[in-house]
């Protein structure tokens, strides 16, 4: 009866849909409402006094197990967010995730039962080098989640722009994506090649993964 009644409740969601399809057709999918204008600014003021407070360390590359610093890989500095200690100006972006992941799961039975995400900001001059995010002793990656939490006159000059290496009728193409205020980008970890171009000005954003297993 309680399993009759969860399917009554369910109510499509179209921006979700969008995204499935989006990744269904495409491995990759740029929304540009996923959060409110207000929850980005939120969202930017906390990682600001996150960064002030100097708890951003160099990114690496490899996974936590198998981690080396590499500048001339990536120059980014991150910090990891934790659900468990989130505060109201994160909370928010943690219950849509979740919601998103809720979707995804009864929806296309995506099997996403973990998720991992960081604060990034690219100083002026970094990059991170063409790659991809899952690692040789780890394939547990399902779907990349990048939002950028720029401000809002943030201009294409800035650089930074992020380029998926998409493959069409077996010829390679780029996808440009600048990074935005609010928009969010989300592909398929395990296919998409992707790097960061150089930036001219500070970069700020939130990265994570949902994961298998
Ligand atoms: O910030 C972006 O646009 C992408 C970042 C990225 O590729 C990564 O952190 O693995
Ligand atoms: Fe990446």
New binding site residues.
Partial sequence: MAELFEQLDFVINEQYETIIKDIATKKYSIVEDFFSAEQVATLREELLIKYEAESFKKAAIGNRVNEVVAKYIRGDVILWMDEKTANFRELPFFNKLNDLIAYLNKTCFMGILHKEFHYAIYPTGTF?KR???TFQNDDRRKL?FVCYLNDEDWQPENGGELVLYLNENNQETEKVIYPFPGRVVIFESQIIE?E?KPVNTKRLSI?GWLKTR
Avoid: E, F, G, K
Wanted: hydrophobic share 25%; no cysteine.
């Fill in positions: 991170y790659h991809i995010d990349s992707h960061v990265t």
